[in-house]
């Protein structure tokens, strides 16, 4: 027998749940986010999920302040029962080729079934970017930082 916290829980997460997601911008979340929110609309109505979340990680690199580039996304749909997981990323990548093709640089995807984001609702979290200019001090100039150490 469940415990009544426990059973809660269980309910809470057959509800759809849509987070604000996380922006690098400050204030309200979807403020100043245009590519976040077309990426939040194409995929609620394409997939119909039942956990949505859209998390812009641009803040981790070197990319000027407030930029949408680089994004993850924690989708459990009904739509990926049957799928692979590599025809699962495929489909959000279709849905989302627009931004894709122009102002998203990185794009990570988790893309579960409800019973398996029931079962595991974790979120992956994505390692500290590494690379290429962002300690380069030009660029550090360019995009108004200090370098990183």
């Known amino acids: ?41 194409k995929l609620k109505q394409a997939l119909e999920p039942v956990h949505l979340e859209i998390i812009n990680d641009s803040h981790m690199h070197a990319v000027p302040r407030g930029s949408e580039t680089h994004f993850r996304v924690v989708v459990a749909s009904r739509r990926f029962e049957g799928l692979s997981l590599i025809h699962r990323h495929r489909l959000v990548n279709d849905i989302l080729q627009e931004e894709l093709a122009g102002p998203v640089h990185a794009l990570s995807i988790q893309a579960k079934t409800p019973q398996q984001w029931e079962k595991n609702p974790k979120i992956i979290q994505s390692p500290e970017c590494l690379g290429g200019s962002k300690h380069d001090p030009q660029m550090a100039a360019k995009i108004g930082e200090t370098p990183r150490a």
């Open 1 to 41: 027998m469940l415990s009544s916290g426990l059973l809660v829980l269980r309910r809470a997460l057959r509800r759809p749940i849509f987070s604000a997601g996380y922006s690098a911008l400050g204030g309200s979340p979807m403020e100043n986010t245009p590519v976040e929110a077309s990426i939040r609309a």
